[in-house]
């Protein structure tokens, strides 16, 4: 019988997460399942306690959360060979949907105890690990306006929605120098995506192309926009839309480096860090993780 550590973080989905885990652990109890709950008290403390479920043998280690809390535990999965387990209770659950992993409780657990292993690959932002996507431009411009509209909205998907408005009324373009293994282009740059899933923002489909297990690094580049043409765009990177857009460059490849002026800090699976340059390149393979089966 598989061991499972939940890494549960009762704060995600701006708090309501709370009843989510407690229905979880109902549902694992009814079922006789081997599961320790572990639950975050700050920053970082998933990562830990991830790192101490490893060590313990836990066979499943499961970021109970949203994006953030799958970043944290994901960071003392990858490169072991214990399993990474899924129940987004977030805001945005970019990863989950990348899976195919419903928020739905009973319906991400089934998948959880009956799906299948896979292996997927992870990427690079200069030295920091991530799982989904990496980027820098308008992408962090939005986060940072988030961030101030939180406070003030009941949900973080309005507070999102506003942040895009504000950066898009303050719209800026980054002469950009992105380097392939095979050449280098040079754009006026609103955005760049590098990743290996699929969704980033709560729910934009910004790499409609990517598979998580080729190998390869999928990158998305808008440029030359202006703000007119920005809000025709919006909604197509939405539904996953905007390939073969004349704004827009669309590339599967290693890695690739870039440098922009002016400067931009970078996101890594949501997380806004020191940025450009940066260097962006695929870890092929890195991770186990519980999926629905024939996904």
């Known amino acids: 019988m598989e061991r499972y550590c939940l890494i549960a973080n009762r704060t995600s989905g701006s708090g309501s997460a709370g009843a989510y885990i407690d229905h979880i652990q109902a549902l ?57 387990g899924l129940l987004p209770c977030g805001t945005g659950n970019d990863y989950a949907r990348a899976l195919g992993i419903p928020t739905d409780a009973e319906a991400a657990l089934a998948i959880l105890l009956n799906g299948e292993t896979r292996t997927v690959d992870a990427g690079m932002a200069n030295d920091q690990v991530f799982f989904n996507i990496a980027g820098f431009g308008f ?22 929605r506003l942040g895009c408005l504000k950066a898009v009324l303050g719209l800026k373009l980054r002469k950009t120098t992105l380097t392939f293994p095979d050449g280098t282009i040079e754009r006026n740059v609103l955005m760049a995506a590098a990743g290996v899933g699929t969704h980033f923002g709560g729910g934009m489909n910004v790499l409609p192309e990517s598979d998580m297990s080729d190998g390869l690094l999928d990158v998305c580049i808008a440029h030359d926009v202006n703000r007119l043409r920005l809000l025709s765009l919006l909604p197509k990177f939405i539904k996953g839309k905007h390939l073969g857009l004349p704004v827009i460059t669309y590339r599967k490849t290693t890695e690739v480096s870039v440098v922009c002026d002016p400067v931009s800090r970078i996101e890594v699976d949501g997380e806004r860090m020191d940025g450009t340059p940066v260097t962006f390149r695929v870890l092929p393979g890195a991770l186990k993780v519980r999926a629905p089966k024939n996904n």
């Open 28 to 84: 694992l109890n009814a079922r006789g399942a081997d599961f320790a709950v572990r639950e975050t008290q700050y920053p970082g403390h998933a990562t830990e306690l991830a790192k101490a479920a490893v060590d313990e043998g836990f066979d499943v280690i499961v970021a109970v959360g949203g994006d953030g809390t799958l970043r944290e535990t994901a960071l003392s999965v990858v490169h072991t060979d214990r399993i990474l």
């Open 139 to 160: 992408d962090v411009d939005v986060l940072d306006y988030t961030e101030e509209f939180k406070p003030k909205c009941k949900n973080g998907e309005t507070a999102y």
